[in-house]
């Protein structure tokens, strides 16, 4: 009896919640525009920003420094942070210093779309640059969208910039210029069956997506698909078993460490078969853990590796190592095509705030119609109002590793 | 290839995996059992093993000097948490210490990471050549040394605990604390060494795996759970029942992963454990009550 | 008759605490009000884990599985089948307790450290689904453009119409849990978690009752999840992971697992813990990026479970016994 009467009263609760919601809901959503005030969504960042940037350019960047993304996150936030200190360093821009309000989403999209919130409303920046990762950029565009701030995002996913979003710009190459470039090597060199591989999670997935819709064009058949985790520890399982298919090619759209597990497994299972991979392998360090099994892969990356091996010809030549000389000065560190994505995202603001572009809807403007011709690292941009990404398929390159280096196998 | 070969190389590639989620195992089991504490900061001694031989080794020091480094700085790290926060806390609940455990392991990740950077660093395997070949399967040297470095440490402690003095004391106290105090033996000093020695032998776990899957700073997580898993499995009081519940772990996942479906083949080998424990619910052979270790 | 004084005092605290929250609602900035609304879907969660922690004396490792399924079956139900989203709110909650009375039913026969490790697998399984059912779940990538929650003209939108959503699933979630311990369950709870055996042994279905609050903790966490798909308007399994766990029982240890209050003093803990990190760190350390942060977070956690091992809510516990033990010498 008294557990019925226990229940009954637990039950209440909910019921109660409903009444409440329903009375509460109609007033304080009232989204009919005359009291816009009480949706409490950020305002529109209409009109130079006020307050606290009236000496300085307010930018807003939110990169994944921790968590599983921390190889991407790390060198894009390094890079911003020395062309701002550049830039500062030579007088601002227009007498007004660059600043820039970095937040960590340590990989998560919710922290991302929380330090957004921040840095529209507390900030009060006026672009953001940032979203390491498909899933946070993806997570922020609709509050971006709302808020009529432009967005230059430094992930591939191909849905970022497609369908155009009017605030929404891309810098990274897509998985959808990356794919078509590996399946056209395959079909000239006569390979139909191939064994596809990625790892489980935004950049793999979205490189079979590319995969899987493009491969026919190509004359190019799966013989057999396999996943992994990127923090799997061996690969040996999905490997024996693909082998068992006999595929001609072995092609697998991971980032590091896994994909140099990957090539030290099908080395130790001896598969004699050529393994392509994907830029996500375009890092020095593998080649140093995969060691003679990373002899003869050959993966489709940014021009950033193989600069010195470029035509003087190529206009992306002089930018590409500038780039790559003044980044390995300040930091020690090999440059990698991710912090070359933040230089291209962070000098095209420049170039819009130089241009007297200083509101949000002036530097979306000149994004979409004065980006022409942009020479960067990651590739040449042209943007318009059809295309936010604005790369062509010449921003990639493939590249071998051969002798313990990287080789320009075509220019 | 044939299903035989097939299946063989899928069992040596779990046994490779099995035999370093072991090491971590090992020591999880050793410390739950001393000090009643579940530390999930376990994996990232493992890291700080893989990621100080790894830098070392790019440094060009030789591969053993690495090694007994990495060894080292894992089993210091491993005291200085048990000093900085295990210790202190060692009247709490028994969950307070767990999520300080974690705290610890979240701080140590964020050191790594400003120390090592967030690329991946290399290791040189322990023993360069070709693969072995057992009847068309291939395992690599390094797997090799991580099942004899894990039989090695498990006789070290097996030769510890039965036939050294201090090892029988430390029995006595996992059985009976009030009993091993009237002998003179101090909980504290004792929490404190297991630590040293769980360090110590899952930063030897970290340092074996590094040529295998490169050091990160972010390996540490995985490792954790997968080991506390191994314990689980093997019952959480028994080294060597902790051993078996790795590998077992290990092969279960490459079989199913391997055999069934890449994507699901964590969740069929998770089934299939958990079926397993329904029907031994107290784990895979502690037939009596109470600790071992 | 202790019960009745205990309710009123509760009911006077919730007042007090909606009113808090009013007066912060109507000065905060948009940026704040959405730390608020994150505190209060974590609350939600943390009520029901503290439920299973601190009165069945079960651990779960794995709540950030059915927090994701809630807000995968919401945001599935209201993309891809076009369901209105409150309707999906119910079905997210029903469904996440039926999978976890399915999956509870044997794991709960396990002893503390099996039940840890059962669900540990068991928000892996479900994080493994969540990316490799990609033709329902879109996979890694997730789902993106999930509708705002609206019946006819009316939508839910902007922080503070959010706040009445998230914090008053929290107040219900606090209320229920809160009918639940003072009544006979309760009783049986406690006794179930001081020794399981003895419980059984006065006839008390020890496993029944633990499956129970294992499900309705879940169904709290659904009902969380579906509420975070609409807010974020984005799911991905990302958020879904191992990490989230471990947060979801941090904030109920922070906040003390034995007191239902513990539960939004953890997840605001937490929350603003890791939002003060990221804002004050870099203005005391010029030049502090996350990877600072992540150690100063760890520290200052380990300082927090240190300083309050019994949650952060202990001293003014003490001073409120303190304060009511004057009152009643007076009286």
């Not at chain 2, 530390?39 to 893989?50: I, S």
């Not at chain 3, 999840?225 to 109920?252: D, E, K, N, W």
Request: one cysteine or more.
């Amino acid at each position: 009896m008294g557990r019925l009467r226990a229940l009954m009263s637990i039950g209440l609760w909910p019921l109660l919640l409903a009444v409440l919601v329903a009375g509460c809901a109609a007033p304080a959503t009232n989204t009919g525009g005359s009291s816009g005030g009480e949706t409490g969504g950020p305002e529109p960042a209409q009109g130079p920003p006020s307050g606290p940037a009236s000496g300085s350019i307010p930018v807003g960047v939110i990169v994944s420094v921790t968590g599983a993304a921390s190889t991407l996150g790390k060198p894009e936030r390094d890079t911003l942070l020395m062309v701002a200190e550049e830039i500062n360093a030579a007088g601002g821009i227009g007498g007004k210093k660059l600043e820039l309000f970095v937040y960590d989403d340590e990989s998560d999209p919710t922290k991302a779309v929380l330090a957004l919130k921040k840095l529209l409303n507390e900030h009060k920046v006026v672009t953001v640059i940032g979203g390491t990762t498909s899933t946070s950029s993806l997570a922020m565009i609709p509050e971006i969208e709302r808020a009529q701030v432009p967005f230059l995002s430094l992930a591939s996913d191909m849905r970022i910039a497609t369908p155009v979003k009017k605030w929404v710009f891309k810098v990274a190459q897509g998985d959808d210029l990356v794919v078509p470039k590996l399946l056209a090597y395959l079909q000239k060199r006569g390979i139909r069956n191939v064994a596809w591989m990625n790892s489980a999670n935004d950049y793999g997935e979205g490189g079979k997506r590319e995969f899987e819709a493009q491969a026919k064009r190509y004359g190019i058949t799966a013989v057999g698909f396999a996943t992994f985790k990127a923090d799997d520890k061996s690969m040996v399982p999905q490997l024996t078993n693909l082998r068992a298919k006999r595929p001609e090619a072995l092609l697998v759209y991971t980032t590091v460490p896994s994909g140099a597990i990957v090539a030290q497994n099908a080395r130790q299972l001896g598969y004699d078969i050529p393994i392509l991979q994907s830029n996500g392998i375009a890092n020095k360090a593998f080649i140093e853990q995969a060691k003679e099994a990373a002899e003869g892969v050959i993966f489709t990356a940014g021009k950033l590796l193989v600069a010195d091996q470029l035509p003087d010809s190529d206009p992306q030549k002089p930018i590409l190592l500038a780039y790559r000389q003044a980044f390995e000065a300040k930091y020690n560190d090999p440059a990698n095509t991710f912090g070359g994505h933040a230089w291209d995202a962070i000098q095209m603001l420049v170039a819009a705030l130089k241009a007297g572009a200083t509101e949000p809807a002036a530097i979306r403007d000149y994004l979409e119609r004065n980006i022409q011709q942009f020479v960067g690292v990651t590739g040449v941009f042209t943007f318009t109002p059809e295309d936010h990404n604005g790369l062509k398929e010449d921003a990639l390159v493939l590249i071998e590793v051969r002798n313990g280096a990287w080789k320009l196998l075509e220019p | 290839m044939d299903a035989g070969t097939m299946v063989l190389q899928l069992m040596l590639s779990g046994l490779t995996v099995g035999a370093i989620y072991a090491l971590v195992a090992v020591g999880f089991v050793l410390i739950y059992n001393v000090t009643g504490v579940l530390n999930f900061a376990q994996g990232e001694f493992a890291a700080v093993g893989a990621l100080t031989g790894a830098w070392l080794s790019m440094r060009g020091l030789p591969l053993w000097v690495c090694v007994v480094l990495a060894v080292l700085v894992a089993a210091a790290v491993a005291a200085g948490v048990e000093r900085a926060v295990v210790h202190p806390a060692r009247q709490s609940r028994p969950m307070t210490v767990i999520m300080l455990t974690i705290g610890a392991g979240m701080a140590l990740r964020g050191a790594a990471l400003l120390v090592f950077g967030t690329d991946p660093l290399a290791m040189p395997m322990f023993t360069e050549g070709e693969p072995i070949s057992i009847g068309g399967a291939t395992i690599l040297w390094q797997t090799v040394w991580a099942l004899v470095l894990c039989l090695l440490f498990f006789a070290a402690l097996v030769f510890f605990f039965e036939k050294t003095y201090t090892g029988k004391a430390v029995r006595a106290n996992v059985m009976n604390r009030f009993a091993a105090r009237l002998y003179g033996i101090r909980p504290t000093t004792l929490s404190f060494w297991v630590f040293v020695v769980g360090g110590a032998v899952s930063g030897l776990a970290g340092v074996v795996v590094a040529p295998i899957t490169g050091a990160t700073y972010d390996m540490g997580l995985m490792l954790s759970m997968k080991g506390f898993v191994a314990a689980v499995i093997g019952g959480l009081n028994n080294a060597a029942a902790a051993v078996v519940g790795a590998v077992l772990l290990g092969v279960v996942e490459s079989l199913a992963t391997g055999l069934l479906s890449s994507g699901y083949g964590d969740v069929i080998s998770f089934a299939l454990l958990l079926a397993m424990l329904l029907v031994r619910p107290s784990g895979l052979w502690s037939r009596a009550e109470g600790k071992r270790v | 008759m202790a019960v009745r004084v205990k309710t009123r005092r509760y009911i006077g605290m919730i007042a007090v605490s909606v009113a808090a929250l009013a007066l912060l609602a109507w000065g905060a900035s948009p940026y704040w009000l959405s730390v608020l609304n994150v505190i209060g879907l974590y609350t939600v969660v943390a009520v029901g884990l503290s439920l299973l922690m601190g009165y069945a004396g079960q651990v779960s490792l794995g709540h950030a599985g059915f927090y994701g399924m809630g807000a995968y079956v919401a945001a599935v139900l209201s993309t891809r089948l076009g369901w209105n989203g409150w309707l999906t709110l119910p079905a997210a909650v029903l469904l996440t307790m039926a999978v976890a009375w399915v999956v509870g039913r044997p794991a709960v026969r396990l002893r503390e450290h099996y039940l840890a490790m059962a669900t540990l697998g068991l928000g892996m399984v479900f994080h493994i689904v969540m990316v490799e059912w990609e033709a329902v779940t879109g996979g890694s990538s997730g789902i993106v453009g999930i509708p705002a929650l609206a019946v006819g003209p009316w939508t839910v939108e902007g922080e503070r119409a959010w706040l009445i959503l998230t914090w008053g699933a929290a107040a219900m979630a606090l209320a229920m849990a809160y009918s639940l311990v003072t009544s006979p369950i309760g009783r049986a709870l406690r006794a179930i978690a001081g020794s399981e055996a003895a419980a059984e042994a006065l006839g008390i279905p020890a496993s029944r009752y633990k499956l129970a609050v294992f499900v309705l903790s879940a169904g709290f966490a659904g009902l969380a999840g579906a509420l975070y798909a609409f807010y974020v308007t984005f799911v991905s399994p990302s958020s879904f992971g191992v990490m989230m766990s471990i947060q979801f029982v941090m904030m109920v240890v922070v906040g003390g697992g034995h007191r239902l209050w513990g539960a939004p003093a953890g997840a605001a803990t937490l929350v603003l813990l890791g939002e003060g990190v990221k804002a004050y760190l870099p203005a005391l350390l010029p030049g502090a990026g996350g990877e600072v942060q992540l150690v100063f977070y760890g520290l200052l956690l380990i300082a927090i479970l240190l300083l309050k091992p019994d949650g952060v809510l202990t001293g003014w516990a003490t001073w409120r016994r303190k304060r009511s033990g004057e009152h009643a010498r007076a009286a």
